[in-house]
């Protein structure tokens, strides 16, 4: 069983930053070979991939992020990381960690899209806040 706790959400203005990290509960070796990815829950609206990297440096994003959001693993410290900048009050939303194993080269597009019942761990989310 894998666990995922992810921190460093919270409130900002619009134009601001926040850096989301997540850590795992898995091997430095067991942690840079998975799919690990943002997925986010907006108000009202279904969970949505935000961005994924694969266990060999691929990485994906939602057309909403891109320029904005940069994912990075730090397997060393078995840390997931979300550089968000620029945020709009439409990036408001719980953010979650997911993680797979058995992660071949080139995935991190089709983790970007998975259902939610296919991401495979899952951790319990951070709250972001944008306002206005």
């Known amino acids: 069983q894998v666990q995922l706790v992810e921190s460093g959400g919270g409130l900002v203005q619009a134009g601001g930053s926040l850096r989301p990290s997540c850590l795992a509960s898995?091997?430095?070796?067991?942690?840079?070979?998975?799919?690990l990815g943002w997925f986010r829950q907006r108000p009202g609206k279904e969970r949505e991939g935000v961005a994924t990297?694969?266990?060999?440096?691929?990485?994906a994003y939602a057309d909403s992020v891109k320029g904005r959001f940069t994912i990075t693993r730090d397997s060393a410290k078995i840390t997931l990381y979300l550089e968000m900048n620029s945020l709009k009050p439409e990036d408001t939303g719980v953010y979650y960690c997911?993680?797979?194993?058995?992660?071949?080269?080139?995935?991190?597009?089709?983790?970007?899209?998975?259902?939610?019942?296919?991401?495979?761990?899952w951790g319990q989310g951070t709250q972001v806040t944008v306002s206005s």
């Open positions: 997911g993680a797979l194993s058995g992660c071949a080269t080139g995935y991190a597009p089709f983790y970007l899209r998975s259902a939610r019942e296919d991401v495979g761990y």
């Open positions: 898995v091997s430095e070796w067991i942690f840079s070979s998975y799919c």
């Open positions: 990297l694969d266990g060999h440096g691929g990485t």
